[in-house]
Every structure is written in C-alpha cells, then in structure tokens.
C-alpha cells in the first residue's frame, strides 16, 4: 500500500489504541543526536525523504505534532532510556527517525536506539513503513489513515 503525502504535510496511522504520525525529515544532510544510557551520542545522518514516526498511544495529534516538530525543526535529540528505568511505564509518545520503521507491540518503549523499530498499538504491530520519494509504502493493505497540514 502506497500513501503520498509532501513535506507541509502529517500522515496519521490509526490503530484501535493508538496512533502513529509520519513527517518527512524535508531537509538535506539533517544531522540527528541520539543520547543512549552508556552515555554515548550516536549522530545519524539524515536525507530529505527519510521518515520521523511518532507513536502515540493515547492517541494525542498535538502531542504527535509537537514531538516531530521538535525533531524535525527544533533539532531535539532523541534520548534512549536503560529498558529497567521506571520511566518507561509512564511514556505515552514514542519517536524513531530513520528511512524505515518497524512497529512492534512487544517492544519496551524508549529503549531501542537502533531507530528501525518504534513501539506501537497491538493493532498497527508488525506494520513496516518504508520511506519512497514521494511518502511512504507499508507492507499491509487497509490500513486507516489521514493526511493533515503539519
């Protein structure tokens, strides 16, 4: 399945329990820090087509908006928790950035540096979403999903 979208532009996957929001990076050579918990930076190095996935389970568009406007505009790093911090059973939003991402339900949220996989509602798990010039191709049909101004 093929969804267009331009870079003004959000997509919203729907799922029963949550909600992911897709961005396109929009700019060439973007840099992306990355602060893992042995204190290392990881820096990635991104191309203008390459996707920003935000993962909501409360299902918040404001919320989504705001965490891809961040990484996308304001140039925040992304920070990966230890998978034992108590944090992470309070995160609501989660991000990867990257030209393809893998959702999983079954995944601690916060902790994966590699930024391939994001973790997701139960409904939208096993979903891959990879980047094509102009917006995304996923790897299932039927999908819910709206396109909205960013």
Do not use: W
């Amino acid at each position: 399945m093929n969804i267009d979208f331009k870079d003004d532009e959000i997509l919203f996957l729907e799922g029963e329990t949550g909600l992911v929001g897709i961005v396109k990076v929009a700019y060439e050579n973007k840099m992306l820090f990355i602060a893992t918990p042995d204190n290392d930076e990881i820096v990635q190095f991104l191309e203008k087509d390459d996707l920003i996935a935000v993962s909501a389970f409360n299902k918040d568009k404001r919320a989504i908006r705001s965490l891809a406007y961040l990484t996308r505009e304001e140039d925040s790093p992304i920070v990966i928790l230890d998978k034992n911090h108590p944090s992470t059973k309070r995160l609501s939003i989660v991000l990867s950035v990257g030209d393809s991402v893998n959702l999983n339900c079954n995944i601690t949220p916060g902790t994966h540096p590699e930024q391939n996989v994001l973790c997701s509602c139960d409904s939208l798990s096993g979903l891959l979403i990879e980047k094509t010039a102009s917006g995304v191709k996923l790897n299932k049909e039927g999908i819910k999903y709206s396109i909205e101004k960013f």
